[in-house]
């Protein structure tokens, strides 16, 4: 009896520090960026796990196969490129794993060893999960970034993870898909294919997406380009308040972007605008003479504006019937402020008694 019991000591103090090892090298690892869901650039990095125990197996997937009592039989595969597991001992024909869960691969496998071994107790686990390229998110972002797919994603998620839109954004969204759809779901089958040499594209605006319509939020496929569309920008010159360049938006007008740099200041000739616009394929420049007082009273509509114009607000002449009041208001307030500063001893000493 005090032998089996220093065995049993010997056997206990040999196994708990290997399990301590163990458990220090396999437990959770302490909180990263990466860990945080900060997306990481240059690096895919995953959403969340959600839906990932419904993922379908596709080419360049690993599992870990195992078959219970037989460890001759246990192997690491890869599913090919047809999408088959053709690498396991003493099965001839190859397991179909391409659109299949690993729950249903598993069955398969215990199906076929059924023929040698009596209730084979068989377990299938995914070891790495490639079979899906990365989408990409980049353009008018705060973060350009790569995201793994590993379940259905909607543009919104891929939005959010890429840190936002930036103030260059221009107002739409370029999705161009690079590769079919692997897993096709009912009604989804024209997309396993594409048709033509041109890949398939979709654009969405962004005040759709903020505004939650539905068709403006798709679902983003593996492999997919996500660009962010940067503004081109425009010059706002003259007499404003705060001349500079800003970026052209969608459906910019020329109210708009006078209201982006403080307006028109008094001194300025609003009736008569400049618009220096690039001509198509030319050097030159086409002079376009914009009435923003008529535009202002509605009686005519609103100019829209094209990248790279240059807006030049000029200044009306001091004589003229927007300036003519100040003017003279300006010139006796500065001459009446001279005469006391200068004048005011000598008025004083002069007093007729």
Not at 279 to 299: F, M, S, V
């Amino acid at each position: 009896m005090n032998r089996r019991f220093v065995v049993l000591a010997i056997l206990i103090s040999l196994t708990v520090p290997a399990f301590v090892r163990t458990q220090g090298q396999t437990g959770v690892a302490p909180a990263s960026s990466q860990d945080s869901g900060a997306p990481v650039a240059q690096q895919p990095g995953g959403i969340d796990s959600q839906g990932i125990r419904n993922y379908l197996l596709g080419p360049g997937d690993t599992l870990d196969v195992r078959v219970f009592g037989q460890p001759d039989l246990n192997a690491i595969v890869e599913v090919d490129s047809d999408g088959n597991i053709s690498s396991l001992p003493f099965l001839e024909a190859p397991v179909p794993a391409r659109c299949r869960t690993e729950k249903e691969v598993q069955k398969e496998i215990a199906k076929a060893y059924a023929k040698y071994l009596k209730n084979p107790q068989v377990s299938v686990r995914i070891g790495e999960r490639k079979s899906r390229q990365p989408a990409t998110v980049f353009g008018a972002v705060r973060q350009p970034t790569r995201v793994q797919m590993q379940r259905k994603v909607r543009l919104n998620e891929l939005m959010a993870v890429s840190g936002g839109f930036t103030e260059r954004a221009s107002g739409t969204i370029e999705i161009l898909h690079t590769e079919p759809v692997m897993c096709p779901g009912p009604g989804d089958e024209k997309l396993a294919k594409f048709d033509g040499d041109q890949l398939p594209r979709e654009i969405v605006k962004i005040a759709d997406l903020k505004s939650g319509k539905q068709e403006a939020n798709p679902i983003i496929r593996p492999g997919d380009y996500i660009t962010v569309t940067e503004a081109e920008p425009i010059y706002i010159i003259g007499s404003v308040n705060a001349p500079q360049g800003i970026y052209l938006r969608d459906q910019l007008t020329l109210s708009r972007a006078l209201a982006m740099v403080g307006g028109a200041r008094k001194e300025a000739k609003i009736s008569d605008v400049h618009v220096y616009r690039q001509k198509p394929g030319a050097t030159d420049q086409e002079l376009i003479h914009i009435d923003y007082n008529k535009i202002k009273k509605n009686e005519v509509p609103d100019f829209f504006l094209q990248a790279f114009d240059v807006i030049e607000v000029p200044e009306a002449g001091l004589f003229s019937s927007g300036r003519i009041v100040p003017t003279l208001m300006s010139a006796v307030t500065g001459s009446m402020t001279s005469m006391l500063s200068n004048g005011g001893t000598s008025i004083a000493n002069r007093v007729i008694y």
